[in-house]
């Protein structure tokens, strides 16, 4: 009788809900196990036991178990009530007698669409039995209306559940570690492979961008408004339906050519282009219009690109007229405008019979491009694939409960990818409505729109929230639930600012535009502070040692958010190696966090010895009381490098620095050779300090020779 339920339980299953259940073949109860599962709906319970072994026991809050007394006699169950402490033991018991244990580790359904914590309990458990844990992972009941989280998310009855079955792992008890300690590490370690197993679960190797969006039109609602701008608002609908038509006039101008610049600011318009480029399966290339006529063309050059698509209000605003036109002696200049005019009704209708058909993204491997701005004479073009971004979003959507009930705010620029992936497509494509702006750079202006619409969710650069920060009221961020900052050191006095003025908690994080580009962020539920947090789920780091340098080593890494490799000027396409060496010397402690020294760029030789010319900028800031300073390093005959700061600030005095790094017991080498005082320093599109920019000064105006005096000019950089 119990197997002809279970057996009907599993058809009615597959019928409303197209259940999906894979990696019941990994599951071994030969030695002590548990079965470990995110926690979404009361349909959880359920869905597991229509398809887990006939062994596998359940473990039942007491108050719930008097409620579901008939559904309980279909499975095995143990009950337990939470808030006695023998309740741990029964269960540990239970698990040494043989006797495999179905639990929900956070001991709660979600209320806020993402993990909550794991009870220590849990860990005490492992620790004890060292039983085998099966992580499983739940997608889709947490759109039914059996979910916690209707007021954030739109329910159904019956959405599409997959269940995900991960391989087992083990956490052993440590010697000479206290258990308090062990329990805290081991729950870290369950919470970990949940989110491991969340990520495995979403990742989808064939994905295209466009058909994703919808995907999640469909889940969140044609009419649900996505995107907006200062000048319009658009549902997934009309996002959609403008992707259509534009990628109709774009078809017969590109022909058979694989990638198209975009030279665009952050706007609707910016986000159809991308769409349209996706659903032909053309390579959008987005291009740095901060960068200078120079860099612009030899990243078309880079990118082999024939096609720029732009807009006309934007290049006179953006006073860019004069290289627009260098750019259209070798390219064709498409501009959104003329393509608006030029939409007929036959397009219009050409475009709601693809909306109605639901008609999916050409054939072909589109990627995204992106420029890097190293220290190389040429820009190196990023290649992204569809899936290392998609794959991005996953991995952040497994460490942070971000919901369609926020609302994210973005100024930085897509051309950058914190500003694509994390600032653009991350909301778009998780049903997250996004407020684009054109400028991170109008200080005054942002706190007011991110007051007006009501923003939850802020991304900024260090530079640009200190911007914010001192322009705010104190009441403008109020409804701001995260902020995170990345591209740049967290500066101690930017962090205090927002926490004394706003009551905010800025989350740090870190990435590289290789890895699409998230690597490692705060999150709320793991967070120390001075780290940037730990490494996504999915992202595997090795440290390598550098001579020189005693603590850390250079980082790299490995992850489904990799890119494929470099487009290289003159040279072509080149594949990304197995690890992906990120350029960064950095420290990982014993709970996993990471700690940025330096950019090994960043490091000056001074008579053999390493130094960390962000060390020199760190120990500036704090005795000049501005964090408005920047050190380089010149090439020197006698000491082979030799430092020089740069500082906006007045009356600097280069003795000051000298004391109180020799008094903090640093080496004399960290004392810059120089000290000059500009008017400002040069700033990347993305907020970050232009070292480049600062160095060609630099050597056009030290003429390379060496100089101990402090310079008490006021020169400053365009």
Avoid at 67 to 93: E, G
Wanted: net charge positive.
């Amino acid at each position: 009788m119990i197997r002809f339920t279970t057996a009907l339980l599993r058809l009615m299953l597959r019928i409303l809900f197209k259940l999906r259940v894979t990696g019941l073949d990994k599951l071994d109860f030969s030695r002590p196990a548990i079965l470990i599962a995110n926690h979404v709906s009361l349909l959880d319970a359920a869905l597991l036991a229509a398809y887990l072994p006939e062994e596998a026991t359940f473990v039942v809050n007491t108050a719930i178990a008097r409620r579901i007394k008939l559904l309980l006699r279909l499975r095995r169950h143990i009950t337990v009530d939470p808030l006695n402490p023998y309740s741990v033991r029964t269960m540990m018991k239970t698990v040494q007698s043989g006797v495999p244990l179905v639990l929900f580790p956070e001991g709660r359904i979600t209320v806020t669409g993402g993990m909550m914590k794991i009870y220590n309990g849990i860990g005490y458990i492992a620790l004890k039995t060292e039983a085998s844990l099966f992580p499983i992972a739940i997608n889709g009941a947490e759109r039914s209306k059996l979910s916690y989280i209707g007021q954030k998310v739109k329910t159904v009855w019956f959405p599409a559940i997959d269940i995900h079955i991960g391989e087992a792992f083990r956490i052993s008890l440590q010697p000479n570690v206290s258990m308090k300690l062990q329990k805290e590490r081991a729950a870290e370690r369950i919470l970990f492979a949940l989110q491991e197993q969340l990520l495995q679960s979403r990742l989808k190797p064939d994905v295209n961008l466009f058909d994703e969006l919808l995907l999640q039109a469909s889940r969140h609602g044609w009419r649900r408004r996505i995107c907006e701008d200062m000048s319009q608002k658009v549902t997934y609908r009309k996002l959609a339906l403008a992707s259509y038509v534009f990628a109709r006039k774009l078809r017969p101008l590109l022909g058979k050519e694989a990638a198209a610049g975009v030279l665009l600011p952050n706007s609707v318009g910016h986000a159809i282009a991308l769409f349209a480029l996706f659903r032909l399966g053309v390579t959008p290339a987005l291009l740095n219009f901060s960068a200078g006529g120079q860099s612009l063309q030899d990243a078309c050059e880079t990118a082999v690109l024939r096609t720029i698509v732009t807009s006309r209000e934007f290049i006179a605003k953006a006073k860019l007229a004069d290289t627009v036109a260098a750019l259209g002696r070798k390219c064709r200049i498409v501009y959104m405008e003329d393509l608006k005019a030029g939409v007929r009704g036959a397009d219009r209708w050409g475009g709601m019979m693809d909306l109605l058909l639901r008609r999916k993204a050409d054939a072909g491997f589109s990627d995204v491009i992106l420029f890097t701005s190293g220290s190389e004479s040429k820009p190196k073009g990023v290649v992204l694939g569809h899936e290392q971004l998609y794959a991005n979003i996953q991995q952040a959507r497994s460490v942070f409960d971000f919901t369609s009930a926020d609302k994210l705010f973005n100024a930085l620029p897509m051309f950058h990818s914190f500003g694509l992936t994390a600032g653009t497509l991350l909301p778009l494509l998780t049903g997250v409505p996004v407020v684009l702006y054109p400028s991170p750079l109008h200080y005054r202006v942002i706190p007011e729109v991110v007051y007006d619409r009501n923003a939850t969710i802020l991304f900024g650069t260090s530079t640009f929230l200190a911007g914010y920060g001192r322009a705010a009221h104190p009441y403008d961020f109020h409804a701001l639930r995260y902020v995170v900052t990345g591209a740049e050191k967290l500066k101690d006095e930017v962090s205090e600012l927002w926490s004394r003025k706003f009551g905010i908690r800025i989350l740090e994080g870190y990435g590289t535009t290789e890895a699409s580009p998230i690597i490692s962020i705060n999150a709320p539920l793991a967070y120390k502070k001075g780290t940037v947090g730990r490494p996504l789920p999915g992202i595997r780091c090795r440290l390598e040692a550098i001579p020189g340098i005693a603590a850390g080593g250079s980082l790299l890494i490995q992850g489904p958010n990799v890119m494929k490799g470099y487009l290289i000027h003159g040279t072509g396409f080149v594949p990304c190696p197995e690890w992906y060496d990120c350029g960064d010397v950095v420290e990982l402690d014993e709970q996993g966090f990471l700690s940025i020294k330096s950019r090994l760029k960043r490091f000056a030789k001074i008579g053999g010895e390493m130094i960390s010319l962000q060390l020199v900028e760190e120990l500036a800031g704090a005795v000049y009381e501005d964090p408005n300073v920047a050190a380089i390093s010149l090439q020197d005959g006698r000491k082979g490098e030799r430092i020089l700061l740069y500082v906006t600030k007045p009356d600097c005095s280069l003795q000051q620095l000298k004391a109180r790094i020799l008094e903090a017991g640093y080496p004399a080498l960290l004392v810059p050779a120089k000290l000059e005082v500009i008017a400002r320093l040069p700033l990347l599109g993305s907020g970050k300090t232009d070292y480049v920019a600062l160095k060609a000064y630099a050597e056009a105006s030290d003429g390379h020779t060496a100089a101990e005096s402090v310079s008490s000019g006021g020169s400053g950089l365009g």
